[in-house]
């Protein structure tokens, strides 16, 4: 008989897996009763509505902090024990941060208006964004924070934090839906990085006290450089990512109708809430691993026990999900009736995505600028093209397969790609 629990607990990324298992089991109870409500309360039309300001929000986060995420996290992990480095990492990080911060505030306050009436064809929502251009400093310092406890792959904590800040930020939604309906909501998703930003202080202070020296912090651009290579790659991914989703809900509200742009955002809503799972596992575990890899058999070998480990976990995860998805259906999302048919091409694009980032994690590990952008562009200008393409011959349905083709194409280039990779650095340590 299998010891499960020794297994476990011999095995870093299966303790990781557990751990965001039990996390991510909370949050889809707790999101299953939350978004039945926000379904019978707005319907579809709000749902899509939701969406758009949770993209504006995706991309805000990304600009607030200049996009060094990910680089914080490859130089944490690398330079934990080098106090000075530290310091110089995190004094060129909040460079970025109070960069990007202004910038995003500027461009949110003085173009509300336009953005208002972009997202959501009326100037009604003029002051929830000028709300929100208040909170990019608290956005780009959550997320170099986050860097900081991702890079040091202290994932008990992470999962405390996310946990906290979910529940909080769903209280805090239900009592504003009540209140005060969609209007409400929207701000409640506005002002849910504060709550963030709250609990990252509370649960993780000692450990922000001894990695970060405030005294020791200067304007020390060190790190400058190596961080910009993050924040091109960091645009492409999550900006221009969220602009092409809000650009495809558009296109189906104005091509078909607002019911199947919400209906689309509804699926896209349960896939984000199980692909977190893989997310913050790539963060705390894949990119730190990766980073000390150097050898193309070390990388095979580690990227085959990331597959055993999580790839079966999650196919019957998403088995599971189809098999009920019906009724999934008439829980979480009552009366949509256009949801059911996108499940099969959601899921199985999902599946392929995994299986793609666990090895694309590679070109942020290795901080392979370039080979990223040029991947990441192919996959999201295949995503654009067959979306608006299926779109008129399928509905919302032409985009969730345009999500799987698009990954299944993007998985092959990666592959080429990674494999160019090592084979160049095998050539180069020959010919020295």
Not at 54 to 69: A, C, I, K, P
Not at 90 to 109: D, Q, R, T, W, Y
Not at 276 to 302: C, D, M
């Amino acid at each position: 008989m299998i010891n499960l629990k020794g297994l476990i607990k011999k095995n870093v990324l299966l303790k990781m897996t557990s751990l965001n298992a039990v996390v991510i089991i909370i949050r889809l109870i707790i999101s299953i009763f939350v978004q039945r409500e926000l379904s019978l309360k707005l319907g579809e039309a709000g749902i899509a509505k939701i969406g758009q300001l949770r993209n504006l929000l995706q991309m805000l986060t990304s600009t607030s902090s200049l996009g060094v995420f990910n680089g914080v996290v490859k130089y944490v992990s690398e330079n934990e024990s080098d106090e000075k480095q530290m310091s110089k990492l995190f004094s060129s990080a909040f460079i970025f941060g109070a960069s990007g911060s202004i910038v995003s505030a500027l461009v949110l306050f003085f173009n509300a208006e336009y953005i208002s009436v972009s997202l959501f064809k009326t100037i009604d929502f003029v002051d929830l964004i000028k709300c929100l251009a208040i909170l990019p400093p608290v956005i780009g310092l959550n997320r170099i924070l986050y860097g900081l406890i991702n890079g040091l792959s202290d994932y008990k904590k992470h999962a405390k934090i996310e946990l906290g800040t979910y529940v909080f930020s769903v209280l805090l939604l239900l009592i504003f839906l009540y209140y005060c309906s969609l209007e409400g909501v929207l701000f409640s998703i506005v002002l849910s990085p504060l709550i963030s930003f709250v609990i990252i202080f509370i649960l993780f202070f000692d450990k922000l006290k001894k990695h970060i020296k405030l005294k020791e912090l200067s304007l020390d651009f060190s790190f400058v450089k190596p961080l910009l290579g993050f924040t091109l790659m960091s645009f492409i991914s999550t900006v221009l990512l969220n602009y092409i989703e809000l650009d495809v809900r558009t296109t189906i509200t104005n091509r078909i109708n607002i019911e199947e742009a919400g209906s689309w955002t509804a699926m896209n809503f349960l896939s984000k809430n199980y692909m977190v799972f893989s997310s913050s596992v790539f963060t705390l575990y894949v990119i730190p691993q990766f980073a000390k890899i150097n050898t193309g058999l070390a990388f095979r070998k580690e990227v085959l026990h990331i597959y055993k480990t999580l790839l079966p976990l999650f196919a019957i995860g998403m088995i599971a999900i189809y098999v009920f998805r019906n009724l999934i259906i008439d829980i979480v999302f009552p009366n949509f009736t256009g949801l059911e048919s996108l499940f099969k091409w959601q899921l199985l694009g999902d599946f392929v995505r995994l299986a793609t980032l666990v090895i694309s994690y590679q070109f942020l590990a290795k901080k392979m600028v370039w080979s990223f952008i040029i991947t990441e562009l192919i996959s999201l200008g295949l995503f654009y093209g067959l979306s608006k393409y299926f779109v008129d011959l399928y509905g919302a349905e032409g985009v969730v397969m345009a999500h799987f083709y698009r990954y299944l194409i993007y998985l092959v280039i990666v592959i080429i790609a990674v494999w160019y990779y090592f084979k160049s650095n095998s050539k180069a340590e020959v010919n020295a």
